[in-house]
């Protein structure tokens, strides 16, 4: 089961487990956090979320870049993971807003440093018939991480220190520095394909399928807002704050079980057909937050939209590791993880304000919406490539 799963793959799924419980103890409190103790509202926490992600969207992209022209890829992920470390718990000082955003553009903007170098890594660690099944395990463990976290936080909240969230929030840094620890120690570079004169530049998309491919994922991002909207939705509809932890736990798990098993499919049965099968569950699991009236149907929905994020997160990466020049692995993933990012700004500011403005059924429905466009035009206008090295 676990061939092709090399030494640094396995690292990085422990990095990522590691990473994650430290992430995830403060992540699901965080909207309540906000909209309690800080006093903001959902339009807020919109921006929060989006700058953010945006804030290291274009770091994913120079650091992609960089990583293709530089000895070693190993220290921009080691210094992005380090920087996030530190970052994190640092929200248990917040008291406000705006410094909640700031510290948090800090923290992802050490995601922005590591994610496409860690990435291309991970493709040059292993054979392309693997692919799908080693970012699936990394997503797994990753997720495995992020079941644990909420699990902590509930221990903590429950029988330790009764509504501290800023003790959480410290306490989230242990995790993190361990995390850092494995990358020192453990992490190992592996001989790249030589470098071309051709060079990716930073302000042109590259040609090809990659690029429609590209254009294409950013417009299901427009639609793809954080997640802290679900656990709002989440709230509105009865789920007591005591159960949020244990909702978004839940979560994870779905995410965690989901994600090498369709990796693996991915590499049987090809990437996009996975894709698009993913989007649409995307669209669908929108429509049923549309409409949901009970805490049952969110804890149902919660586990389909899951089974999205199995079918996308590790074939996604896969996917876009078949298309790319092996020499720019760096660079292709850059621009891969900046299509994301730069579409997380508005995507969840759109989302905020139609909640604010409309109410959360006409939020939800524009995500479905963009989610089945976008799946129409991947089956339509990107071929699979041929997956040779």
């Known amino acids: 089961m676990f061939s092709g799963i090399t030494g640094n793959v396995l690292i990085f799924g422990l990095v990522s487990f590691f990473t994650d419980v430290s992430s995830e103890m403060i992540y699901p409190l965080l909207p309540v956090f906000l909209t309690t103790v800080l006093s903001a509202g959902p339009a807020f926490l919109g921006v929060i979320e989006g700058v953010a992600e945006s804030t290291a969207s274009f770091l994913k992209l120079y650091s992609g870049v960089l990583s293709d022209k530089v000895p070693q890829r190993k220290g921009l992920v080691l210094f992005g993971y380090s920087l996030s470390a530190i970052m994190r718990p640092l929200i248990g000082l917040a008291t406000s807003p705006f410094a909640v955003l700031l510290i948090r553009s800090a923290d992802r903007i050490g995601k922005g440093v590591r994610t496409s170098p860690r990435d291309a890594l991970i493709a040059d660690s292993v054979e392309a018939s693997f692919r799908g099944k080693a970012y ?3 997503r797994s463990m990753d997720h495995a991480g992020a079941l644990l976290g909420p699990l902590v936080a509930t221990v903590i909240l429950t ?3 009764p509504n501290n969230l800023r003790l959480v929030f410290w306490l989230a840094g242990i995790p993190g520095i361990l995390a850092v620890l494995l990358i020192i120690f453990k992490v190992t570079e592996v001989p790249r394909a030589e470098k071309k004169s051709s060079v990716f530049r930073l302000g042109v998309l590259p040609a090809g399928p990659v690029r429609t491919y590209l ?19 989440a709230g509105t509809l009865g789920v007591p704050a005591s159960r949020i932890p244990l909702l978004w736990a839940y979560f994870h798990l779905v995410k965690m079980l989901c994600t090498m098993p ?14 698009v099968a993913g989007w649409c569950v995307y669209a669908l699991s929108y429509l049923g937050f549309a409409f949901a009236t009970n805490e049952l149907q969110v804890w149902l929905l919660f586990a389909f939209y899951g089974v999205f994020y199995g079918l996308t997160e590790g074939v996604e990466k896969a996917f876009m590791a078949d298309m790319a020049d092996p020499a720019l692995r760096g660079a292709t993933f850059g621009w891969y993880n900046f299509a994301i990012g730069v579409g997380a700004l508005p995507a969840s500011m759109i989302f905020g304000f139609i909640w604010q403005r409309a109410g959360g059924v006409a939020a939800f429905l524009f995500g479905a919406g963009l989610a089945a466009v976008a799946a129409v035009l991947l089956l339509a206008l990107v071929r699979p490539p041929e997956r040779v090295s």
């Open 136 to 138: 699936g395990f990394h």
């Open 159 to 161: 029988w330790f220190a």
């Open 262 to 275: 369709f990796g693996m499919l991915s590499d049987r049965v090809g990437r996009r057909g996975v894709i």
């Open 215 to 233: 254009l294409i994922l950013l417009l299901f991002t427009l639609g793809n807002s954080s997640d802290a909207f679900l656990l709002l939705r």
